[in-house]
């Protein structure tokens, strides 16, 4: 199949979608993803360099694609991504509520300084909530969407990753079910991904700072591997797409079988 009838035949055809957290990572594969399955999309993140890289290159590949720089845990930047969605594409049928961040630290809960426990609860769980705020209302006006808040294997047990966010990690799930109930009757579906280990930019990360992480990170999953952003993002492409029309309110565990273990 040729690149303009991926895209006239996709998943995502003739839909509008917003990813966050889109300059690396599960974010940019998402991205990538869904605009080879049709959709225009929007994506946001804080570093600009990132966004107009992937712009260009989901645009050379035949897709259509905006940036908007910002950062979802203030809410006049989530706004302006949102409208950029509306202004730009006419709507917004579709959000993959993508941003996150495990901290800047990896300790003891008891040895977690205020600024850590404020920057993984602002970026997971405010963050969600903005979005969350921001897209229903547009949905509302256009007769329905679907939502994929990313969660974490953190979400469903304690995976010793920091205090902090397990916790927000568990809130994200408390806010998919809420909004799920609250508006499934007006047509919109809200679901969530719990996501095992990726080879992200952060994990990476913390794997060249602590190699022993490397085999920790996967020591309780059935599978020994680390997924890739593109696994995860097939997953969020699912939940969007009209093939997961009677699924809202759930988790797809997306997570090498931790949950399993």
Known sequence: MVADERVSNG?????????????????????????AEGAAVVV??????????????IEAAGGKAVYQVGDVALVEDVKRAVAVAVDRFGALDAAFNNAGSAGSEIRPLHELAEDDYDLVMDTNVRGTWNCLRQEIPVMLAGGGGAIVNTASSAAVIATGAPAPYVAAKHAVLGLTKAAAAEYGAHGIRVN??????TRTEMISGAIEAVPELEEAFVARQVQKRMAEPDEIAQAALWLLSNRASFATGSFVAVDGGILAT
């Open 11 to 35: 998943l995502l055809a003739g839909r509008t979608a917003l990813v966050t957290g889109a300059s690396s990572g599960i974010g940019a594969a998402a991205a990538r993803l869904f605009a």
């Open 44 to 57: 946001m993140a804080r570093r600009e360099e990132r966004l107009k890289e992937l712009v260009e290159e």
């Open 192 to 197: 969530a991904l719990v996501v095992g280990t």
